[in-house]
């Protein structure tokens, strides 16, 4: 005999991690900074008071990010990762009968965050070249749908959504439905066209935009994210939260990251170049990549992913495999750049022999 659960949630599929990585191994799976923590930011937290609650506010972090941000303090909510800052959003807009909509493929979260809301998911397929088809979206929204969710870059393609179409598509979303721009990978973007949703927020009052200490920054484990947005809609993900999740030990090293954010800033500098020498190399090797705009790089592998992640782990590389779509692969240490390639060179040669 086996307890009542509500059957959505007992037919969900738990959150896979990304594979932890053999000693000699690169666990390239969950888009994680490679770079260690800053010395400073290891100083911070050491001096936390943590036998003591934190402040639930985050009232310190907060006023820094608004002072940054160019907005009041109550139009900034912190969480424990931006992806607890999501899961209140659509708590706050979405449950049973309404409808949460999304580009698909798009980042592994969403769903089931859509389902313990007891909402409905709707998902957008991507274009071929990895981007949102903005205007399919707009289509699909129905009077049903509460939240729009636009992710750029895009997880796991690494694909921007362009000003441009952004905000023809939020001409269209009426301002009563709720849009979140998840731009977790914000600091890695350098395409001049790629869509920023902060200076936007004085256009639209119905947009949140969500950004994270865990990838640029370099907190990944300690859970630190935020959002930006109009007040009374951060106060109902506010009330949804689970008090005091924010740690002092996070916010303390959120404070330290931004007062170091130069250093931090010029390891993402690294990284991008990383990125886009990698990428150069890839499309040497023949492979049709797109733009790639976050700290990863996607593999467009189809109906061959599952063998393409075999050769990649036989060379010591722990990709995320997605079949039957692709795989993604972030942009790690230097030393995982050369080994990613002779796996991929590999994986075209095996592909070209399959045709
Ligand atoms: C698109 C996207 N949004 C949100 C997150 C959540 O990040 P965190 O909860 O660490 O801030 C991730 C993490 O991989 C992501 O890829």
């Known amino acids: 005999m086996a307890v009542k659960l509500r059957p959505e949630i007992a037919a969900l599929q738990p959150y896979r991690q990304g594979r932890p990585a053999a000693p000699d191994a690169f666990k390239l799976s969950s888009n994680e900074n490679p770079f260690p923590p800053l010395q400073a930011v290891l100083d911070a937290i050491s001096g936390s008071s943590f036998h003591r609650y934190p402040d639930a506010a985050a009232t310190v972090l907060r006023a820094r990010l608004a002072e940054r941000l160019g907005v009041t303090p109550d139009q900034v909510h912190t969480g424990s990762g931006s992806v607890a800052i999501l899961q209140q959003l659509i708590q706050a807009a979405a449950g049973p009968g309404d409808e949460v909509l999304y580009a698909w493929r798009s980042f592994e979260a969403y769903p089931g965050l859509v389902t313990v809301a007891g909402a409905t998911s709707v998902q957008v ?13 707009a289509e699909a929204i129905t009077d049903r749908t509460r939240v ?41 973007v350098t395409d001049p066209d790629a869509v920023h949703g902060i200076p936007l927020l004085s256009r639209y009052p119905n947009l949140v935009v969500l950004r994270t200490f865990s990838k640029a920054y370099g907190l990944a484990g300690l ?91 036989s060379h010591g590389i722990i990709a995320r495999v997605f079949p039957p779509d692709g795989i993604r692969v972030s942009v790690g240490e230097p030393e995982s750049v050369d080994k990613l390639l002779q796996a991929t060179a590999e994986v075209v040669q095996t592909l070209r022999e399959a045709l």
């Open 125 to 137: 397929p991507i274009r071929a070249d990895g981007t949102h088809d903005l205007d399919a979206m």
């Open 148 to 188: 729009v969710i636009v992710c750029s870059p895009n997880n796991p393609t690494s694909a921007v959504v362009t000003e441009a179409e952004f905000t023809a598509f939020m001409e269209k979303v009426p301002d009563t439905l709720l849009v979140l721009l998840d731009e977790a990978y914000a600091e890695f």
């Open 223 to 313: 859970r630190v994210g935020y959002a930006v947005g109009p007040a009374y809609i951060l106060d109902a993900a506010r009330s949804t939260a689970i008090p005091l999740s924010v740690t002092e030990p996070a916010q303390r090293a959120a404070l330290a990251a931004l007062e170091n954010e130069a250093e931090l800033l010029a390891r993402v500098q690294t990284l991008i170049e990383r990125r886009d020498d990698l990428a150069r190399q890839l499309a040497d090797q023949g492979w049709n990549l797109p733009a790639a705009q976050g700290n990863f790089v996607w593999l467009p592998t189809g109906e061959q992913t599952a063998d393409a992640g075999n050769v990649l782990e």
